[in-house]
């Protein structure tokens, strides 16, 4: 499956964006999707996940309340609505997808692939 990212771009602090995660080339049922962010000189870090078939959804700490994935199985396309957005929230958004996954391990980035190519959130002060 290939994943394309988009929806990035500049907001003041406390406002919103939505980015999408679009897969092609086949279902993303057996998947789940995850999304990570990585900040200039920083490592990327896991931010949220959604299991495509039942939509059971793992978020990290920092996001909790602010953030939410979910996914439209109809169009292949996954969301991460991005609310009370923070300067440090400013990063490089990457989505990519973990085959079969176990809850437990939704938030790990080990073994996930099809990283698609990233879209830049910068949020303003």
């Known amino acids: 499956v290939q994943l394309q990212a988009f929806g990035g771009g500049l907001v003041q602090a406390g406002g919103s964006l939505r980015l999408s995660c679009a897969g092609s080339?086949?279902?993303?049922?057996?998947?789940?999707m995850g999304w990570f962010r990585q900040a200039p000189g920083r490592e990327r870090e896991f931010v949220a996940a959604?299991?495509?078939?039942?939509?059971?959804?793992v978020y990290a700490d920092h996001v909790k309340g602010r953030f939410t994935i979910s996914r439209d199985r109809a169009k292949n396309t996954g969301y991460l609505q991005m609310n009370s957005l923070k300067p440090e929230d400013t990063a490089v958004y990457y989505c990519?997808?973990?085959?079969?996954?176990?809850?437990?391990?939704?938030?790990?980035?080990?073994?996930?692939?099809?990283w698609g190519q990233g879209t830049q959130v910068t949020v303003s002060s």
């Open positions: 990519a997808a973990k085959n079969a996954p176990i809850l437990s391990t939704m938030a790990v980035m080990s073994g996930y692939g099809n």
């Open positions: 080339g086949r279902s993303l049922s057996n998947y789940a």
């Open positions: 959604v299991r495509w078939s039942t939509g059971a959804t």
